[in-house]
């Protein structure tokens, strides 16, 4: 079974750190581009980060970018993200997801949605 | 940066309803939209890719339709496991993808 599993939220102050992990299992991990997404409490979806399959492209949303760090390690089928300088706009849930594109070097026309998500871990920023 | 516009940002509607929900960008994305579903307290679901591709295990029932800067999901004979809030998401500028901000389908 194709499965993402997120792990590592929790409680944390303002200005701290907390590291968020994304096992995954069921299908070969190094072949795909990952994300994260994050959704605050009864807000919508914000893409947070991408990392491509071989960590050669790594992209930020303006709202995390010099704060948060994405990175995988193929060998572990895991995906990270390492959050510091929090703050309470960061509380969400976080969800890992699966970019589905045809090629390991992904462009619109070859990409087709984040197909697999992780059922979402919960990060509360508060002091 | 690319803005997503949904609209309505809540329907209510009744079981075997034809629903439709329009997603608008702020500058043309060609057909590079997506279309998810989420239940409360699930992870979204891929629903649709390409503005009108259906994914694989999606009922038939579920369609897209557009391009440039409008577009539409529309259910055609609504079901009690429908209801959810809908999101559509460009990746015009991937991997800088951008959600609309959701329309949640209630029960009249």
């Known amino acids: 079974e194709v499965q993402l599993v997120e792990s590592g939220g929790g409680l944390v102050k303002p200005g701290g750190s907390l590291r968020l992990s994304c096992a995954a299992s069921g299908f070969t991990f190094s072949s795909y581009s990952m994300n994260w997404v994050r959704q605050a409490p009864g807000k919508g979806l914000e893409w947070v980060s991408s990392i491509s399959s071989s960590s050669s492209y790594i992209y930020y949303a303006d709202s995390v970018k010099g704060r948060f760090t994405i990175s995988r390690d193929n060998a572990k089928n895991s995906l990270y993200l390492q959050m510091n300088s929090l703050r309470a706009e960061d509380t969400a849930v976080y969800y890992c997801?699966?970019?589905?594109?045809?090629?390991?070097?992904?462009?619109?026309?070859?990409?087709?949605?984040?197909?697999?998500w992780g059922q979402g871990t919960t990060v509360t920023v508060s002091s | 940066d690319i803005q997503m516009t949904q609209s309505p940002s809540t329907l209510s509607a009744s079981v075997g309803d034809r629903v439709t929900i329009t997603c608008r960008a702020s500058?043309?994305?060609?057909?590079?939209l997506a279309w998810y579903q989420q239940k409360p307290g699930k992870a979204p679901k891929l629903l649709i890719y390409?503005?009108?591709s259906l994914e694989s295990g999606v009922p038939s029932r579920f369609s897209g339709s557009g391009s440039g800067t409008e577009f539409t999901l529309t259910i055609s004979s609504l079901q009690p496991d429908d209801f959810a809030t809908y999101y559509c998401q460009q990746y015009n500028s991937y991997p800088w993808f951008t959600f609309g901000p959701g329309t949640k389908v209630d029960i009249k």
């Open positions: 500058q043309s994305i060609s057909s590079w």
């Open positions: 997801a699966r970019d589905y594109c045809s090629s390991t070097s992904c462009y619109p026309e070859i990409h087709y949605g984040m197909d697999v």
């Open positions: 390409k503005a009108s």
